[in-house]
């Protein structure tokens, strides 16, 4: 069964504590994996696009990369305001899969 | 970069009326739009996959007489929940795929009471 999971379910870091988010998926055909910032009552907020394995891509204090199987989102030194939900989803066909999120709380 | 329209982003409703939500894309033709529902501290949930000028594609145990989706034109999608209950009560999110990849509305908050 195609499917994108997320973790840890959530995660709190104190500020400047580096760490990993995982997303890991079984789908074939992966036409993209998306990186995505949501925060409390908004829509999600692209970040990143990596298409094939061995990609990186970076942004501030954010590197997302991948493998074929699994992506890890980077997060360096992070500030308060990183605190938020980060969604990874993978494009296969005309389908876009979410993973269900990490939580992810930044403490001063 | 693209945007992606959606109004209104709260809405208040009584029980049994119909409510409409729209999604534009305002810098790009989209012929996919999606609708997701979302609830609190979980993910997005696809609802339908929506095509300009086809029938929407939902999702299996989304009502597809109670989701009413149009695509009309090619920066237009709505989705409009009759006969709301409070149990329609949460947060909907559309997205429009274009330059490969897909942009997010604002979402809309609806509250059936």
């Known amino acids: 069964e195609d499917q994108v999971t997320q973790s840890p379910e959530a995660l709190r870091l104190q500020e400047g504590e580096s760490s990993s988010l995982n997303c890991s998926y079984t789908v074939s055909g992966l036409r993209g994996l998306f990186w995505y910032r949501q925060d409390p009552g908004k829509g999600p907020e692209f970040l990143f696009t990596?298409?094939?394995a061995g990609e990186e891509k970076e942004k501030e204090r954010l590197k997302a990369t991948l493998t074929k199987k699994e992506s890890f989102l980077h997060i360096t030194a992070p500030k308060p305001e990183d605190s938020a939900t980060y969604l990874c989803?993978?494009?296969?066909?005309?389908?876009?899969?979410f993973g269900p999120g990490t939580r992810l709380s930044v403490l001063p | 970069g693209a945007v992606v329209s959606q109004h209104p982003s709260w809405v208040i409703c009584k029980s049994g009326t119909s409510v409409k939500i729209e999604c534009r894309s305002l810098d790009f033709q989209a012929t996919t739009m999606f609708w997701y529902r979302q609830f609190p501290k979980q993910s997005l949930m696809l609802m339908a996959t929506?095509?300009?000028?086809?029938?929407?594609?939902?999702e299996q145990g989304v009502e597809k007489d109670k989701f009413l989706i149009n695509h009309a034109s090619l920066t237009l999608s709505t989705l409009t929940v009759t006969s709301a209950h409070p149990e329609d009560s949460s947060f909907y999110i559309c997205?429009?795929?274009?330059?490969?990849?897909?942009?997010f509305g604002q979402g809309t908050r609806l509250t059936v009471v």
């Open positions: 990596l298409y094939s």
């Open positions: 929506s095509n300009e000028g086809s029938k929407a594609t939902y």
């Open positions: 989803a993978v494009r296969y066909g005309q389908n876009f899969v």
């Open positions: 997205s429009a795929t274009g330059h490969a990849q897909a942009f």
